[in-house]
């Protein structure tokens, strides 16, 4: 038997180190798998920032309307809006979606 294996000691020293780096090629930190889960997070990290780049402008341009020069326009719609408030002689409807 110690025979058989001396003899073939480079054959069964190739079969595990082709088994070794085949099983880390696709599982390892560095692998296939490992890959294409970074590569998902990276798609979605990507969506989330723009979804994030786009409020910031809505943001921006809320806060520019507020800004010290005052837009009367859209402080009356804002008014409205938070407080469901109306000129006089005005109908208001409240419509409520479900």
């Given at each position: 038997m110690i025979n ?12 595990i ?8 090629l696709?599982?390892g ?21 723009l ?7 809505k ?15 859209y402080?009356e719609?804002?008014?409205r809006d938070k ?14 979606y479900?």
């Amino acid at each position: 038997m110690i025979n058989v294996i001396k003899k073939n000691i480079i054959l069964i020293l190739s079969v595990i180190l082709i088994i070794y780096f085949s099983l880390n090629l696709l599982g390892g930190n560095r692998g296939l798998f490992a890959y294409l889960d970074k590569k998902n997070q990276f798609e979605n990290n990507l969506e989330k920032k723009l979804f994030l780049n786009n409020e910031i402008t809505k943001v921006k341009k809320i806060n520019n309307l507020i800004d010290d020069n005052l837009d009367k326009d859209y402080l009356e719609i804002l008014i409205r809006d938070k407080f469901v408030v109306g000129k006089k002689g005005e109908n208001t409807y409240i419509i409520e979606y479900e």
